[in-house]
């Protein structure tokens, strides 16, 4: 395997040829990351018999994580968008919260969702509400979708019982302590939402994207939907309320003290709270919305939908397969042992859960991974202490938020649903991720300096 210097050069070139790739050639996303996965393989000293099903692995597994929640989120989409449902929901989100500022409010909304909520899941969600208020208020499309998936970013990263937060809080044995790292993380996580907030409005002055484009044609046709009678609030409601309630039920039967017990209703709220089955459910719940039942509303829309998700998958897909090989690299192991210096203090599960995320992806494994390498330096550092141990928390959730990319799904959910470009979403929502990074870690050290 090469050395730290020559790894580190190897991940940095992957990052430039992405961007080169889809930018400079306009060659599309899928083959970009599935060459790029080849070359990282091959530069990384991987056998060569072994890239193939390396790919194949990765690009097979974040498809079977949330392949089918894409489809299905897709088309929930579609027919909340074509009934007038959308529509609805963004009138009464204006009429309640977001007269004022609809893009801070998107920003709220995401944050509370994700707190129990996937932010893969959570944004799919809500990508037809958000689109319905851009074409109700006019606001710059890319102010409202990175509004919406910082906002949910920042508490998935910070706020339990997301899983990553979670499992480091288990790790760093803060399970009969988790208030403060709720409490805590909550406060943390606020900052970096704003953070992202104050970034996706300076970014609607600076960008614009494909949903801008749209944003007048699809403004007609929701004036022309308008002209007639759109559906009921609740029925609007009902297909993106249920899976929010039924994930934050089957969220709050897993936690570890097991409130709901482990019995038959423990079983009964784990299984309508995976998030497959809580969107299969909101889907069914979209049928009142259909105007009427026949081949357009029941196929073609349907079909339309599967159609949409196609190149999100295909994409998502290639991404999943370019992380897999960073993944396999173990570049965020060298890089760490590198780095495992005590005198850098909270500097020092920062710095670890950044480079754990930027080089596999994944924020929830990063939480994990560098929860677990930090357990046995608390003494050392002087933070074996309750509040010591919630700010290596803490600290950990602000790396594991440094930096979203390529080799990370929820990158690619966010720029397909948003209609981004790779550049876009690198200079809109990687940037973004960075900042909410530092954000939160300069948080994290000023409540150190007071506790």
């Known amino acids: 395997m090469p050395e730290v210097a020559t790894m580190a050069l190897i991940l940095v070139s992957a990052i430039t040829l992405i961007i080169v790739g889809t930018t400079l050639f306009k060659i599309h996303p899928f083959l970009v990351l599935l060459l790029v996965s080849i070359v990282v393989a091959f530069g ?12 194949g692995e990765g690009f097979g597994t974040i498809l079977q994580q949330i392949g089918l929640i894409i489809i299905v989120g897709t088309i929930m989409g579609i027919i909340l968008e074509k009934s007038g449902a959308a529509l609805k929901l963004a009138e009464m989100l ?16 995401g944050f509370i969702v994700s707190i129990p909520v996937f932010c893969d899941s959570a944004y799919i969600i ?3 509400l958000k689109k319905s208020l851009i074409n ?8 409202m979708s990175i509004a919406l998936a910082t906002g949910l970013y920042a508490a998935h990263t910070f706020v339990p019982p997301t899983p990553g937060p979670i499992a480091a809080a288990g790790n760093l044995q803060l399970t009969q302590h988790l208030g403060w790292v709720i409490l805590f993380g909550g406060l943390v996580g606020i900052t970096g939402m704003m953070a992202g907030y104050v970034w996706a409005v300076f970014m609607g002055k600076k960008m614009k994207t494909k949903e801008d484009a749209e944003a007048q044609a699809m403004k007609n046709i929701s004036d022309n939907l308008a002209e007639n009678p759109l559906p009921k609030g609740y029925k609007a409601l009902t ?18 003290t097991h409130p709901l017990g482990t019995g038959t209703l423990f079983q009964w709220f784990v299984t309508l709270g995976n998030p497959l089955n809580a969107l299969l459910i909101g889907l069914f719940s979209c049928i009142p919305l259909l105007p009427v039942l026949n081949k357009e509303t029941l196929h073609d829309w349907i079909t339309e939908g599967i ?44 710095l670890l859960a950044a480079i754990m995320k ?38 950990t959730g602000a790396g594991s938020m440094t930096f979203s990319h390529a080799n990370d799904s929820y990158f690619w959910v966010v720029t397909q649903f948003s209609k981004l470009t790779t550049r876009q979403g690198y200079f809109a929502f990687s940037a973004a991720t960075i900042i909410q990074g530092l954000i939160t870690f300069l948080a994290t050290l000023f409540i150190s300096f007071w506790m």
């Not at 991974?369 to 608390?378: G, V």
Request: aromatic residues 4%; charged residues 10%.
């Open 44 to 55: 990384a000293g991987i056998p060569p018999a072994e890239v193939a099903p390396l790919v």
């Open 94 to 109: 204006l009429r309640s919260v977001g007269r004022y500022n609809p893009t801070l409010a998107l920003s709220c909304i």
């Open 126 to 128: 809500l990508s037809a």
């Open 136 to 143: 109700r208020t006019g606001k710059p499309a890319i102010s």
């Open 239 to 256: 297909p993106i309320l249920a899976p929010i309630v039924l994930i934050t039920l089957g969220t709050v039967a897993s936690y570890p």
């Open 307 to 350: 159609k949409a998700a196609a190149p999100i998958l295909l994409i998502t897909g290639a991404g999943g397969a370019f992380g897999f090989i960073l993944k396999a690299t173990e570049i965020g192991s060298m890089l760490s042992r590198e780095l495992l210096d005590p005198s850098l203090g909270l500097a020092l599960p920062f």
């Open 358 to 395: 930027t080089s596999q992806g994944s924020s929830t494994v990063a939480l994990i991974t560098t929860s677990a390498i930090m357990a046995p330096l608390l003494a050392e550092l002087q933070l074996a202490t309750t509040m010591g141990r919630t700010l290596v928390v803490l600290a």
